[in-house]
């Protein structure tokens, strides 16, 4: 079993930057996949971004390429998404995710999940 912790969101302007964290803990997650997901209010819950544990091989979403990074920090168990020129559109509620590894990276199958943490984006 694979426990998630976010934290770091809050109110930024937009054109701002955020780094958004999620503490990891559980018996084994080596092999997993980590992904952020987030959810706007009145809209379903939508990939960001994810990374393998192990490997560091990563996946994003269109909307936010070339202004979110996803990384992780092994020796402090912790994944990380950088947001840069961030837009009112981000605003959502931010969740980490983990599911068990497969070859390529997937946006679904996620069986452990974060409380989430609120991302709100103003002008």
């Known amino acids: 079993q694979v426990q998630l912790v976010e934290s770091g969101g809050g109110f930024v302007q937009a054109g701002g930057s955020l780094r958004l964290s999620c503490a990891v803990s559980g018996r084994t997650f080596g092999s997993y996949l980590m992904g952020w997901f987030r959810q706007a209010p009145g809209k379903e819950r939508e990939f960001v971004a994810a990374i393998s544990w192990n490997g560091g091989r990563t996946s994003y979403a269109d909307s936010v390429k070339g202004r979110f990074t996803i990384s992780r920090d092994k020796a402090e168990n912790t994944v990380y998404l950088q947001m840069s020129s961030l837009k009112p559109e981000d605003t959502a509620v931010y969740y980490c995710?983990?599911?068990?590894?497969?070859?390529?990276?997937?946006?679904?199958?996620?069986?452990?999940w974060g409380q989430g943490t609120q991302v709100t984006v103003s002008s």
């Open positions: 995710g983990a599911r068990r590894g497969v070859a390529v990276i997937i946006t679904t199958g996620y069986e452990y």
